[in-house]
């Protein structure tokens, strides 16, 4: 049976690590909001005994599971894309903890103050914003991520399995990429292995077709990563 993924249609946002671990692992799975419309996300969130605060969440029979980083626990031992040991999957979730603290942040960048409200009504204090993260928090976390890697504690580059932690870290890159190009280059020169590892995530065969076929969607000013070439700093 298909897995359930339920996401905005139209951006790749936070639903995109999922599908990022699902198309990895050739896993069956049917994108809802896709198919039927966004509609169906409104009616999901108000049904059911464990309703899902807001997209994205998974559907797996009769088990449903919100929230990227737990839908990620949830998927990576079915997908063989997490440690066997307690262990070792308790720390890979830690790493997508860490990962999603990085993605709130790089949101945050164009809406500090209101997410209700646009872009352009808050672009003073989001260049403020984004002046301390290009220049501090993207290192710092890119730092973090490159420390773990040459102690070899992650990623299959050193001798491990290819984990879904790895994947949610070749699409903060490319999502930083788009967003920051010039300060992400800067943060990637000093975190080679980061670098690396995003490169040869890319070139994985499953990956690969995905990011080439028309369900990757692209990168826009209405997702979590946004390039509004005034908040790029060099780092």
Not at 39 to 65: K, M, Y
Not at 107 to 119: C, I, R
């Amino acid at each position: 049976m298909a897995y359930e993924l339920y996401y905005w249609p139209t951006i790749q946002g936070r639903g995109e690590f999922v599908r990022l671990a699902l198309e990895q692992a050739g896993a069956p799975y049917v994108d809802v909001a896709r198919e039927k419309g966004a509609g169906v996300l409104g009616a999901q969130t108000r049904n059911g005994p464990r309703p899902a605060f807001a997209p994205p969440w998974l559907r797996d029979g009769e088990v449903v599971v919100g929230q990227t980083a737990a839908i990620l626990f949830y998927l990576g031992p079915r997908l063989g894309l997490a440690p066997d040991d307690e262990a070792g999957r308790l720390w890979i979730h830690q790493i997508q903890l860490t990962l999603a603290d990085l993605v709130a942040e790089a949101h945050d960048t164009h809406h500090p103050v209101d997410s209700a409200k646009t872009y352009e009504e808050q672009k003073s204090e989001a260049a403020r914003r984004a002046a301390g993260f290009t220049s501090a928090r993207i290192p710092k976390f890119f730092g973090w991520l490159e420390t773990i890697l040459d102690r070899g504690d992650a990623g299959w580059r050193a001798g491990g399995r290819l984990s879904y932690a790895d994947l949610s870290a070749f699409q903060v890159v490319e999502g930083l990429r788009y967003a920051f190009p010039r300060a992400t280059a800067v943060a990637l020169a000093a975190a080679p292995k980061l670098a690396a590892l995003a490169g040869e995530a890319a070139r994985l065969p499953n990956i690969a077709a995905y990011l080439a076929s028309d369900r990757r969607l692209p990168f826009s000013e209405q997702d979590v990563f946004r390039h509004y070439p005034e908040l790029d700093g060099q780092g």
